[in-house]
């Protein structure tokens, strides 16, 4: 299913790219729950999840791949499941749009790019199957189960979720507040391929939202693999965070600019 997402220089990039500013919700200390076991810990936090239908924000994007470093200026709109759309602005001037539906992906960028690289997260997001699960990584979001395992460790709380590819993405969650801290998403040799790590919680809406998403790929073999290292990092900082909001008619509807990009039903 996510097989072929194996670097951040694609989408990964791009969508936390929109997602991560700190800023002005409040900053109250989020809310603690009892411990009774893993099962409740996720079954509260899916009930919680379902409730977010709508995310709106401001966006500061820092991109690394290999020795180009690249800032911008965003917004970024969501619905879940499966929609989402990225501007990006540098010294006023569009320089990306991104919009993913349900039914395809489409992106342009100012250097009139075609496309995102073969490989990277946007193949998978080709995938209508992997779109949910996709975007709720990049949001901050939780994913939806079944998670296979459960480990408990101090106060860390460990789920694994395998997929069809035979990968497994592994949630890392902070036991006393129920909140992600790390998305892991893992080859069938046990190698880090890519991960996504959130903080700097607020609560938004009575919801505990991370307004920082710091996301890296590693090379050939992934992480701990001793092949090749990072091959991308992007962090994101978000502002002026709204969940569950109204959204304008057209939200989504891509410019008529932006290439449709082509996918597979894998």
């Known amino acids: 299913m996510l097989r072929r997402a194996a670097t951040t220089t694609g989408l990964i990039m791009l969508l936390l790219s929109a997602i991560v500013v700190g800023g002005c919700a409040a900053t109250d200390p989020l809310p603690r729950h009892a411990w009774v076991d893993a099962d409740h810990a996720l079954a509260l936090m899916a009930e919680r999840g379902a409730k977010v239908e709508t995310l709106t924000a401001r966006c500061a994007v820092a991109m690394r791949s290999g020795h180009e470093d690249v800032t911008f200026d965003g917004a970024v709109v969501a619905r879940l499941p499966h929609d989402l759309r ?3 602005w540098k010294f006023d001037r569009a320089v990306i749009d991104l919009t993913i539906r349900e039914d395809g992906v489409w992106f342009w960028t100012a250097q009139q790019r075609e496309s995102l690289e073969s490989g990277s997260m946007l193949d998978a ?16 979001a939780m994913v939806d189960g079944p998670w296979h395992q459960t480990e408990v460790q101090g106060d860390e709380l460990t ?5 069809d ?6 949630a890392t969650i902070d036991r ?6 790390r998305y892991a998403l ?11 790590r959130l903080d700097r919680y607020v609560m938004v809406n009575d919801m505990p939202w991370p307004m920082r998403i710091v996301a890296e790929g590693y090379g050939r073999g992934g992480r701990g693999s001793g092949v090749g290292g990072a091959s991308g990092q992007i962090v994101v900082r978000l502002s002026d965070v709204s969940l ?5 008619d057209g939200a ?3 410019p008529r600019r932006a290439i449709r990009q082509n996918g597979d039903e894998r």
Do not use: C, K, Y
Not at 165 to 170: A, I, K, N, P, V
Not at 176 to 181: A, E, G, N, V, Y
Not at 244 to 248: H, M, S, V, Y
């Open 252 to 254: 989504f509807n891509p």
């Open 176 to 181: 006393p507040t129920l909140t992600i801290s």
């Open 244 to 248: 569950n909001e109204g959204l304008a």
């Open 125 to 140: 997001m080709n995938n209508p199957r992997a779109r949910g699960t996709g975007l709720a990584m990049v949001i901050g």
């Open 159 to 163: 789920a694994t979720q395998m997929l």
């Open 165 to 170: 590819s035979g990968w497994q993405l592994q």
């Open 86 to 88: 990225l501007r990006g």
């Open 186 to 196: 893992i080859d069938g040799d046990g190698h880090v391929v890519q991960q996504v």
